[in-house]
């Protein structure tokens, strides 16, 4: 069992940047593959990001360039370095974990158990 915290989302304008993070209550983070996710209204939830347990990394074609994840074993802690930030980011975005994942299927929601509560983006024009 594990619980997810994000924080730092807000509001910006376009081009501008925002640092995501999640904070996971586990003993075993480093076992867990995390990921971001997004839902902008009206939409399905997207994969945005993903690192797996070995650090391996994975990102979403319209984030490629613009977005970084990382993460910080020592405190647990999940991030996503965003920048130039476009009105089309525009979401609730969440924090995924789960355990043993393929890496093929690291950006598919169905594939993981455990979520933040999501915190909001907002980009203006």
């Known amino acids: 069992q594990v619980q997810l915290v994000e924080s730092g989302g807000g509001s910006v304008q376009s081009g501008g940047s925002l640092r995501l993070s999640c904070a996971a209550s586990t003993y075993t983070y480093s076992s867990y593959c995390m990921a971001w996710f997004r839902q902008a209204p009206g939409k399905e939830r997207e994969g945005v990001a993903a690192i797996d347990s070995d650090g391996s990394t994975s990102y979403a074609e319209f984030v490629k360039g613009r977005f970084t994840i990382s993460q910080d074993n020592a405190k647990n802690t999940l991030y996503l370095q965003m920048n130039s930030l476009k009105p089309e980011d525009t979401a609730m975005y969440y924090c995924?974990?789960?355990?043993?994942?393929?890496?093929?299927?690291?950006?598919?929601?169905?594939?993981?158990?455990?979520w933040g509560q999501g915190t909001q983006v907002t980009v203006s024009s």
């Open positions: 995924a974990a789960d355990r043993g994942i393929a890496w093929w299927l690291l950006l598919r929601s169905t594939e993981y158990n455990y």
